[in-house]
């Protein structure tokens, strides 16, 4: 949670120069790349959502949840979400002890009453798996909460201040009683105030009662202006008191027109890492999507790719002169330098235009005298809309300059989007070239509007509404006629990808009609989405004849909210996923001595050695993966095992979302360039078995539905031992396949919060011949929206039996079930 953003006013930025400088100064380090602005609050829902997947690339520092059974929120407990958190590498957890409380503002009951709750914490905490990683936070905004700290009297304030230090060393104590080794933080403010930290500080050194993290808010626009005088007053504070420095965990950052979008997180996160200072994203809305970065359980937006990059940083960090420093909305960037790998990656975004990206000091010594430079683009896509692996832009082969010095450039770039260069030395050969296709975008609230309205949604002015392309959108199509004709032109003609931007109000799958040039082409159906300003994505193809054409989006089932198009020239998917930006483990090293191909070079992979590549699936299926080495590497994946020559395709099944693949050489010289995948998702020899075959107990039983794939779903499945769905299985062969169940389920517990949407996750025993696992089930938005969830599982050969249920509680409603072998 978080209290309202506060409002100030705030001077335009300046207007873009024709081309802007971002100076990049490798010479000039800052320290050790910390990783900490990528952090959530309530940002993990249970033991599952987001996926394994979703979460170890991202390697979060740190998170914040609620106590065990707290009762803010109906999930998101600390200890239970632990075991997904830490087995996928997190580093802590913040636990906001006062959401044990089920109101908000969190009703005051005394000081005595808060002390039996701090006891339970204290006691489930320190015996808690990983204790050690746990960090206390005793007070959710007390300038606010409780003691009004932020009274502008100076009498009342003091007054106030008073009660809460005096409870802040009551509760510090009493923690520590319990746990002795315990971390605790505070004081939590909802935004920075000078007064109140001066004398927190003060009275926390005198009676030694430090916290071991100093955390506060960073909840407006004006936080990416102000944040800077904020962290150098507050360490001039701790200096005059003669306070060694504390680490700082900014614990709430950002607003809804900030999250899921590349171009606004990486003006808060370069602010925050060049400081080196922790922090989490701010909880707007529901749990267990990282704060809007994550679609459904395990697909990437454009913000999980961002954090993606930002996991990638190695070495250290070094100085960045922007434009404008310290000021919204303006082109903003972070770098680093890791000698040892010979790279150097900066991450840029928040401006529209053209850039060129100064990089100064560029050692010949690490270096050599020329360099390949790789420029990528992660969009945004909506809250609910899948990204692709970031579109290369341009690879180039650049000369450093006698002064150490190469300059990239960067062209029309977009305000929404975050952009990554890579520089690693160039060998023989030239990279190839960046292969982009055609596109354009139209915004819904410049097209011919028929029974509709225009609004505007985040802006500064307005930072907690919902992020939308160009700030506006175009609802209220509600009408028999209503419509929206976009006006496109197109270079040639051919098969175009369409991509739609919306939002959907129904509480159902809903559908618009598409009309090209006033002939009804294609019924659109759009997912449900949390709520119309929730933008998701949906994408369809269009053929069109060069030139000239309108596209209508008119009025079908139910009612759905249009912000922007997107036309892309079709081409065959693919992504090439360079080796030497993955996560890497082992004894490797690094050979850049031939630029061809991505220009990237190889990573030498000796034995033990492993480099986990991210490879993202747009749906469900089988796809090509071919890797580029100089000799045979085994790939893992979904528990098989493979092993190609450099060339040879293998035919992967791959879930939709992320998917991790290991590989390791089969020589201690075994050099891998890339990981080449192409697909759109195969669905040839996968088994399908729709719910009418399962044999249905304990009162499961099929009830129809227009959603279902076959026109009935599995409902009323668990909640007791005797309810379930058995399904035998026919294998063409034993091994490693993915289990892919279509499920939906709409549980909630509305605590009558003012902004949180309160969802909840439902789960199922999954067993296959006698051998179960729990699996976790992400709400769909509605009970009418299937979505799909893989689970690795091992057949034998010939009939198997696989069983859904829940002895506890309710299963989702299950649409089917598929199997494929993860080896095609």
């Known amino acids: 949670m978080a209290a309202s953003p506060p409002v100030s006013p705030l001077a335009a930025p300046p207007a873009a120069a024709a081309t802007q400088t971002l100076t990049v100064d490798l010479a000039t380090t800052e320290g050790p790349v910390l990783r900490g602005a990528n952090g959530a609050l309530y ?170 993290v100093t955390t506060w808010h960073e909840l407006g626009p004006g936080s990416l202006r102000d944040f800077q005088g904020h962290h150098d007053n507050y360490r001039a504070i701790e200096r005059s008191l003669g306070i060694a420095p504390i680490p700082v965990n900014i614990d709430e950052y950002a607003n809804r027109r900030d999250l899921s979008v590349p171009g606004q997180l990486v003006q808060w996160v370069s602010m925050f890492e060049r400081n080196k200072v922790y922090a989490n994203q701010a909880y707007w809305d529901a749990a267990g999507n990282l704060d809007g970065n994550v679609v459904r359980t395990n697909i990437p937006n454009g913000g999980w790719w961002f954090f993606r990059w930002y996991a990638g940083l190695t070495g250290q960090t070094v100085r960045v002169t922007p434009p404008a420093a310290n000021t919204v909305d303006t082109l903003q960037g972070l770098a680093s330098l890791d000698t040892g790998r010979r790279q150097a990656q900066v991450l840029l975004g928040g401006a529209a235009g053209d850039t060129e990206v100064a990089v100064r000091g560029v050692d010949p010594a690490v270096f050599g005298t020329s360099v390949t430079a790789t420029v990528a683009e992660a969009a945004w896509s909506g809250y609910e809309g899948r990204h692709a692996a970031p579109r290369v832009l341009s690879r180039t082969k650049l000369t450093v300059a006698a002064d150490g010095t190469v300059t990239v450039p960067v062209r029309s770039l977009r305000q929404m989007s975050a952009y990554r260069v890579l520089l690693t030395p160039a060998g023989t050969g030239t990279p190839d070239a960046a292969a ?199 790939l893992a994946l979904h528990g098989e095992s493979s092993t190609a020559a450099d060339g040879q395709a293998l035919t992967l099944y791959l879930v939709a979302g992320n998917n991790r693949i290991t590989a390791t050489g089969t020589t201690a010289t075994t050099a891998l360039r890339t990981l080449d995948v192409t697909g759109a998702g195969s669905t040839s020899g996968v088994l399908t078995y729709e719910g009418e075959r399962a044999r249905l107990a304990g009162g499961a039983r099929l009830v129809e539905s227009a959603y279902a794939s076959g026109g009935t779903y599995i409902g009323w499945l668990g909640n007791s031992t005797a309810s379930t769905a058995t399904f035998t299985v026919d294998a063409p062969r034993a091994g490693a396949y993915v289990l892919v169940l279509s499920y939906a389920h709409n549980d909630r517990r509305d605590n009558g919060h003012a902004y949180n949407t309160d969802i909840l996750s439902r789960t199922a025993t999954v067993t296959v011949n006698g051998t179960a696992q729990q699996v976790t089930f992400k709400n769909t938005w509605s009970w009418g929206d299937f979505w799909t969830l893989g689970v690795p599982v091992t057949l034998r050969q010939g009939a198997n039996t696989l069983t859904l249920g829940n002895p506890s509680a309710w299963a989702p409603d299950i649409d089917r079930i598929e199997l494929a072998p993860v080896r095609g």
């Open 436 to 634: 982009v296709p055609w596109s354009a975008s139209y915004e819904a609230e410049d097209a011919a509007i028929t029974g509709g309205q225009v609004y505007t949604q985040g802006t500064v002015s307005n930072a907690n509404g919902y992020a939308t392309s160009g700030t506006k959108d175009v609802g209220s199509l509600n009408t028999a006629a209503s419509k929206v004709e976009f006006t496109v032109s197109v270079p040639a003609t051919g098969s175009y990808d369409l991509a739609i931007l919306y939002g959907n109000q129904h509480g159902t799958p809903t559908t618009q009609r598409l009309l090209v040039d006033g002939a009804e082409t294609a019924t659109v159906s759009y997912p449900s989405t949390q709520n119309w300003t929730y933008r998701g994505k949906r994408e369809l193809p269009v053929r069109l004849t060069a030139g000239t054409h309108t596209l209508t989006l008119a009025k079908g089932d139910g009612e759905v909210t249009l912000d922007r198009i997107d036309l892309t020239a079709a081409t065959t998917p693919s992504a090439r996923y360079e080796a030497a930006f993955a996560d890497l483990s082992g004894p490797v090293t690094y050979d850049y001595r031939d630029s061809t191909g991505t220009g990237t070079g190889a990573v030498v992979l000796g034995t033990g050695g492993a480099a986990v590549l991210d490879v993202y699936a747009p749906a469900d299926g089988y796809y090509t993966v071919t890797p580029r080495s100089s000799g045979p590497v085994r």
């Open 43 to 212: 940002g993990l829902g249970d033991d599952g959502v987001p996926s394994d997947a979703a979460l170890a690339p991202l390697k979060l520092t740190s998170v914040s949840q609620k106590p065990e059974g707290g009762a803010q929120h109906p999930n998101g407990d600390a200890i239970s979400v632990s075991k997904s958190f830490f087995r996928n590498g997190g580093g802590d957890i913040l636990v906001l002890m006062q959401d044990m409380y089920a109101q908000w503002p969190y009703e005051d009951l005394g000081i005595d009453d808060y002390l039996t709750k701090v006891d339970a914490i204290a006691k489930d905490i320190a015996k808690a798996p990983n204790s050690e990683h746990f960090i206390y936070v005793p007070f959710n905004e007390p300038d606010q909460i409780w003691y009004n700290l932020g009274v502008a009297d100076q009498s009342t304030y003091e007054t106030n201040r008073d009660r809460f230090l005096k409870d802040w060393k009551t509760v510090h104590q009493r923690i520590r009683a319990a746990d002795p080794k315990a971390r605790i933080a505070g004081p939590n403010e909802s935004s920075y105030h000078t007064r109140l930290l001066t004398d927190f500080l003060t009275f926390a050194q005198r009676e030694n009662v430090l916290p071991d």
